[in-house]
């Protein structure tokens, strides 16, 4: 082979060098699926509601409860003036669908009437999975152990900062969420790990998931399904929610 006809076939092993995220395809393989066009929502501000991505399962926009529920009956939390109002005592509001790895956008207040002390008096949060706690807590003005603060992965992992709102002001989650996955027997496989950017700042950094939340207790994991529901924990604190969204990634 001469030198040439070498080099050409290097070329060419370079060329058809498969791609690392899928050995299906070729690196720079033209016949690979282009990412499907999505339009961006609109982030939200103090005074206006933001909007969801085009391919986001809306969950709540600012009308009515439907995507919701309370234990097996309908949502028995309020809207008022298209937000949402924790009914304390009523039980956590759940997403009637499932989800598994999912990007969630939540927002979240306290209303300037409730009195936050330490855990109490303004504290909520959401349960990915049904089981997995990122915090909510007025946690601007207000101070408690650094693993119950606003954007921590409760009783696992305070959050990096403490980005909070002042009380009364609206508060932003982005959640990146890879769910645990567990073998046949029932073992773990993967843990679950969490992406948290609160009002724009990272505060977990993909931080592994020991396991279900529990309070004043090490985490464990037991095995369940592949989606399970979101929900927002009843406190007994009257917070306020909107623009709802989550998009299901890769399952
Ligand atoms: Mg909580």
């Known amino acids: 082979m ?37 339009t961006p929502g609109m982030p939200s501000t103090q005074a206006r509601v933001g909007s969801a991505p085009s391919d986001a399962v809306v969950l709540f926009d600012g009308g009515s409860l439907s995507a ?10 309020k809207v008022v003036d298209g937000e949402i109002e924790v009914t304390p005592g009523s039980g956590s509001l759940t997403t009637r669908e499932g989800f598994g790895d999912c990007q969630l956008h939540v927002e979240w207040m306290v209303p300037k009437g409730l009195k936050p002390a330490g855990q109490a008096g303004a504290n909520s949060g959401i349960f990915l999975m049904d089981l997995y706690e990122v915090q909510i807590l ?18 696992q992992h305070p959050p990096l900062v403490n980005p909070c709102r002042p009380q009364g002001e609206w508060n932003a989650f982005d959640i990146l969420f890879t769910a645990p996955r567990f073998k046949e ?62 998009r299901p990634l890769g399952n």
Do not use: M
């Open 68 to 77: 919701w529920r309370t234990g097996n009956g309908d949502a028995a939390w």
């Open 2 to 38: 001469t030198l040439v006809a070498l080099a050409a076939s290097a070329v060419l092993l370079v060329l058809q060098a498969q791609s690392q995220s899928n050995p299906a395809f070729g690196i720079h393989d033209k016949s690979r699926p282009q990412p499907a066009a999505v």
């Open 185 to 246: 027997d029932g073992s773990l496989q993967s843990p679950g790990y969490c992406t948290v950017i609160f009002n724009g700042v990272v505060v977990q950094n993909h931080a592994e998931i020991f396991g279900r939340t529990a309070h004043a207790a090490p985490a464990s994991y037991a095995p369940h399904a592949a989606k399970l529901p979101i929900s927002i924990q009843d406190h007994g604190d009257a917070l306020r929610f909107r623009n709802i969204w989550v």
């Open 138 to 155: 007025q946690s601007a003005g207000n101070t408690t152990y650094a693993d119950g603060t606003a954007g921590s992965l409760y009783g």
